[in-house]
């Protein structure tokens, strides 16, 4: 019977009321108070438990903890729902969690199932295993009341639900040229002093708390008097992170079909999602300090729902990649003002990364670029210590314009598809290799002019990524 509707009776309940009408109709005819009687009882039975179930249910306070509290795609996550009746000996209820649809194993529970003999509190628990990065509505936690005839039904939301931040799974990157240089904790060691001062070049004046250890005995002889070595400053490496967010560039559409769990977004930009919190955390784990902008010269996180500073732009240690991380969970596609409207790269992104001049590398990750948009990089590319940039887009071979403008601006560019594993990009933009078809193969390297060696005069030094 299950045609029956339920939103207020069981299906006993439906019965029950079409026996009283018919029994009604049959006292009316044959002239029999007993059946008058019997049409009574069945269709006054179920209104009024409905009735006593809605005035006499009882009352229920939620709690329900994520563990962890913020999870990656492809991860497992725990859930914990603590349900306390506020009514001693309330009604039996089945319980049932509302999840996105992607989540299909709907978990349903019987309450109460209480912790301990009396008590008001029942706990259960169930896993979750998001395939996508998000934020979503977990909940609310809906319960379905009886009566003790089996007639009558009450629904009703325990709880509004709670928000669950999945972000984009990290990558794990090797180590490449990138990081070259640097200790296995990102630092460099320099000359330059700690405690720039007259007598501060590479020896300096004894002074009290000095560890003996560091006394510079030949230097002591030559002046006469107790030298110490200088300080050796550890500089903190620095890196600025470019992510393309133009709907136009990833191949959006400016009305793109949504819902409630839906993103605005493509595979490509999806692609583009991981690599950057793949890079963002490589990076940050080698205790670089990370700058994040957007495609405008914006602060990259400026538009995500799921970040808790958007303004912010630097990111370091650990608790800076998972902010990277949970900030990029709702990260979305920019939508243009103009259907027909493909805004370029602004200047204003060259103009913020020059400001760092020369203090680490710049990766760019981006989708379709035109002639203009890789000017834009290209005039940001003495700012850098390095500067690497990944081009998502349908085939390699229509960005060859573009990527000959980085390339000979001094940017290790390879373009790709959505297809591409992020691993062999990584490896493939320090040294990267040509392919005998960009239209068929996903990755198409141009290779860099070369560039005349420092203090040469006869001979130029081949480009950076070039084999022997």
Same mark, same amino acid.
């Given at each position: 019977?299950?045609?029956?509707?339920?939103?207020?009776?069981?299906?006993?309940?439906?019965?029950?009321?079409?026996?009283?009408?018919?029994?009604?109709?049959?006292?009316?005819?044959?002239?029999?108070?007993?059946?008058?009687?019997?049409?009574?009882?069945?269709?006054?039975?179920?209104?009024?438990?409905?009735?006593?179930?809605?005035?006499?249910?009882?009352?229920?306070?939620?709690?329900?903890?994520?563990? /962890?509290?913020?999870?990656?795609?492809?991860?497992?996550?725990?859930?914990?729902?603590?349900?306390?009746?506020?009514? /001693?000996?309330?009604?039996?209820?089945?319980?049932?969690?509302?999840?996105?649809?992607?989540?299909?194993?709907? /978990?349903?529970?019987?309450?109460?199932?209480?912790?301990?003999?009396?008590?008001?509190?029942?706990?259960?628990?169930?896993?979750?295993?998001?395939?996508?990065?998000?934020?979503?509505?977990?909940?609310?936690?809906?319960?379905?009341?009886?009566?003790?005839?089996?007639?009558?039904?009450?629904?009703?939301?325990?709880?509004?639900?709670?928000?669950?931040?999945?972000?984009?799974?990290?990558?794990?990157?090797?180590?490449?040229?990138?990081?070259?240089?640097?200790?296995?904790?990102?630092?460099?060691?320099?000359?330059?002093?700690?405690?720039?001062?007259?007598?501060?070049?590479?020896?300096?004046?004894?002074?009290?708390?000095?560890?003996?250890?560091?006394?510079?005995?030949?230097?002591?002889?030559?002046?006469?008097?107790?030298?110490?070595?200088?300080?050796?400053?550890?500089?903190?490496?620095?890196?600025?992170?470019?992510?393309?967010?133009?709907?136009?560039?990833?191949?959006?559409?400016?009305?793109?079909?949504?819902?409630?769990?839906?993103?605005?977004?493509?595979?490509?930009?999806?692609?583009?999602?991981?690599?950057?919190?793949?890079?963002?955390?490589?990076?940050?784990?080698?205790?670089? +300090?990370?700058?994040?902008?957007?495609?405008?010269?914006?602060?990259?996180?400026?538009?995500?729902?799921?970040?808790?500073?958007?303004?912010?732009?630097?990111?370091?240690?650990?608790?800076?990649?998972?902010?990277?991380?949970?900030?990029?969970?709702?990260?979305?596609?920019?939508?243009?003002?103009? @259907?027909?409207?493909?805004?370029?790269?602004?200047?204003?992104?060259?103009?913020?990364?020059?400001?760092?001049?020369?203090?680490? /590398?710049?990766?760019?990750?981006?989708?379709?670029?035109?002639?203009?948009?890789?000017?834009?990089?290209?005039?940001?590319?003495?700012?850098?210590?390095?500067?690497?940039?990944?081009?998502?887009?349908?085939?390699?071979?229509?960005?060859?314009?573009?990527?000959?403008?980085?390339?000979?601006?001094?940017?290790?560019?390879?373009?790709?598809?959505?297809?591409?594993?992020?691993?062999?990009?990584?490896?493939?933009?320090?040294?990267?290799?040509?392919?005998?078809?960009?239209?068929?193969? +996903?990755?198409?390297?141009?290779?860099?002019?070369?560039?005349?060696?420092?203090?040469?005069?006869?001979?130029? @030094?081949? +480009?950076?990524?070039?084999?022997?």
């Amino acid at each position: 019977m299950s045609w029956i509707p339920e939103r207020i009776f069981r299906p006993r309940g439906w019965v029950m009321m079409a026996m009283g009408l018919l029994a009604l109709l049959l006292a009316q005819w044959l002239g029999r108070r007993d059946l008058l009687v019997v049409a009574v009882f069945l269709l006054a039975l179920p209104p009024l438990a409905s009735a006593g179930l809605r005035l006499l249910a009882p009352g229920f306070s939620v709690k329900r903890r994520f563990s /962890p509290a913020f999870v990656e795609a492809g991860t497992t996550a725990s859930v914990t729902l603590e349900v306390h009746g506020t009514t /001693p000996g309330g009604a039996s209820a089945r319980i049932t969690e509302q999840l996105p649809a992607h989540l299909i194993d709907v /978990p349903r529970f019987d309450y109460p199932s209480p912790v301990s003999p009396r008590s008001l509190l029942s706990r259960y628990s169930y896993n979750l295993h998001p395939t996508r990065r998000g934020v979503f509505t977990i909940g609310p936690l809906t319960a379905r009341f009886g009566d003790p005839f089996d007639v009558a039904l009450l629904t009703r939301d325990l709880d509004p639900g709670e928000l669950l931040t999945v972000a984009p799974a990290a990558v794990v990157l090797p180590e490449i040229s990138l990081t070259g240089g640097r200790g296995q904790d990102g630092s460099r060691m320099t000359r330059q002093q700690a405690n720039p001062s007259d007598d501060d070049v590479m020896t300096r004046e004894y002074r009290h708390g000095d560890p003996l250890r560091r006394v510079h005995w030949p230097a002591t002889a030559r002046q006469g008097k107790l030298m110490v070595r200088a300080e050796e400053s550890v500089t903190t490496p620095e890196a600025a992170l470019v992510l393309d967010q133009r709907m136009w560039a990833y191949g959006g559409a400016a009305k793109m079909p949504r819902r409630a769990d839906t993103l605005a977004s493509t595979p490509a930009f999806e692609w583009a999602v991981t690599a950057a919190v793949s890079i963002a955390v490589h990076l940050v784990e080698r205790s670089y +300090s990370l700058r994040v902008l957007d495609d405008q010269g914006r602060p990259g996180f400026q538009s995500s729902r799921s970040a808790n500073e958007p303004d912010r732009e630097d990111f370091s240690g650990q608790s800076g990649a998972l902010a990277v991380a949970q900030s990029l969970a709702a990260l979305e596609l920019a939508v243009p003002a103009r @259907a027909e409207e493909q805004a370029p790269l602004a200047d204003t992104l060259a103009d913020k990364l020059i400001q760092t001049r020369r203090r680490g /590398p710049v990766i760019a990750v981006t989708g379709l670029l035109t002639d203009a948009d890789a000017m834009v990089l290209a005039a940001a590319v003495e700012a850098a210590e390095g500067a690497y940039a990944l081009v998502v887009c349908p085939d390699p071979a229509q960005m060859s314009g573009p990527l000959n403008i980085l390339r000979r601006a001094g940017w290790q560019a390879l373009a790709l598809t959505p297809n591409t594993p992020l691993l062999q990009a990584w490896v493939d933009i320090d040294a990267p290799e040509p392919l005998p078809s960009p239209s068929t193969g +996903s990755l198409h390297h141009v290779p860099a002019a070369p560039r005349p060696a420092v203090g040469a005069t006869s001979a130029a @030094a081949p +480009s950076p990524g070039a084999k022997p």
